[in-house]
């Protein structure tokens, strides 16, 4: 009877000492300790990291009589290349404003065909007479996120080089990015010294669609996910160097960020700010805040709507050629 009632004050102690240790690391706050919190960054994560294979765009997905000419190399690596999207037709007989799009995917996934990078918005604007361009380039491991922008200035450059082998006109450029592009694209809009390095000329202006990276020295220096670490390493000036909020010193072309209203990281808070220093050195800049989910910013680009309604308003604001193309097809 003693020995059965010390073996059942030993298991009775052991289940205390195991329901502790539970309750304790349950009950830790750093960043990455509770289960809400994982599982948060993960559907983040791949949210950003747009993983989805069969996503992958055909040419049934075009409009009829449009063309693809694909994999135009930009440099001599398997992903410095861009496909190059050809309108059906050209009444007018002129050069053709161009749409120069980049994707996301956490600075490490993603690519150029991916249906919802292109389909909405090659559907909505090549038969209004644009030519839409979507361009891959090297992520991580290979790159970092800074490094990576460097890429996109080179594509961009040689795009606009060639722009008139296509029917294009390499003054009437519109940039755009998703996710990480767009942080990219929004680093290239506040880095002349970058895109005068590589030979890119003035474009229109940029559309960012869905960034949360304007200012990375917030991020890192606080909570944040995983893959950022991945992206922008542990140096705090390479933190500052990467950030378009700090790189943005002089005025530049118009910009517009698109923001989701629904994510929990709150993207419509750095953008925010970003547009706001950019107005107070007289840039024009405007925050279009969206209660959309981050994949959502990006596919239903080009669908019917008040949301790609506004994007066009801006679009038209930027040049007669655009504006004129927008109305010509209404």
């Not at 989910?293 to 308003?313: C, M, P, R, W």
């Amino acid at each position: 009877m003693t020995a059965l009632f010390r073996t059942r004050t030993i298991a009775q102690w052991l289940l205390v000492v195991m329901v502790g240790s539970i309750a304790s690391l349950l009950c830790q706050t750093s960043p990455a300790a509770t289960l809400r919190d994982k599982l948060t960054e993960r559907r983040t994560q791949q949210s950003e990291m747009e993983q989805d294979d069969s996503s992958a765009l055909s040419q049934n997905g075009l409009p009829k009589g449009s063309r693809v000419i694909k994999d135009v190399a930009y440099g001599s690596d398997a992903k410095q290349k861009f496909d190059v999207y050809i309108p059906a037709s050209n009444p007018d007989n002129k050069a053709m404003p161009v749409l120069f799009m980049v994707h996301g995917g956490a600075w490490a996934n993603g690519g150029k065909a991916m249906g919802r990078v292109v389909e909405n918005k090659a559907a909505r604007w090549l038969p209004k007479g644009f030519i839409f361009i979507s361009t891959d380039y090297r992520m991580l491991p290979t790159l970092q996120a800074r490094e990576q922008a460097e890429d996109v200035a080179l594509a961009l450059a040689v795009a606009q080089s060639k722009a008139k082998e296509w029917g294009g006109d390499p003054s009437q450029f519109i940039v755009m990015g998703h996710s990480a592009g767009a942080h990219l694209v929004a680093l290239l809009a506040a880095s002349p010294d970058v895109t005068l390095q590589f030979g890119v000329r003035p474009w229109l202006g940029t559309l960012a669609l869905d960034s949360a990276a304007y200012d990375l020295s917030a991020i890192m220096s606080t909570k944040h996910y995983g893959f950022y670490d991945k992206a922008f390493g542990k140096d705090p000036g390479y933190w500052r160097a990467s950030s378009p909020l700090h790189k943005l010193e002089v005025p530049g072309v118009p910009f517009l960020a698109v923001c989701s209203s629904k994510r929990p990281d709150h993207p419509c808070d750095q953008a925010s700010s970003f547009v706001q220093k950019a107005n107070g050195m007289g840039m024009r800049a405007s925050l279009l805040p969206q209660a959309k989910s981050h994949g959502e910013i990006n596919f239903q680009l080009g669908l019917d709507g008040d949301y790609t309604t506004a994007v066009e308003k801006f679009m038209a604001s930027l040049s007669p050629v655009v504006q004129a193309h927008l109305r010509g097809a209404e």
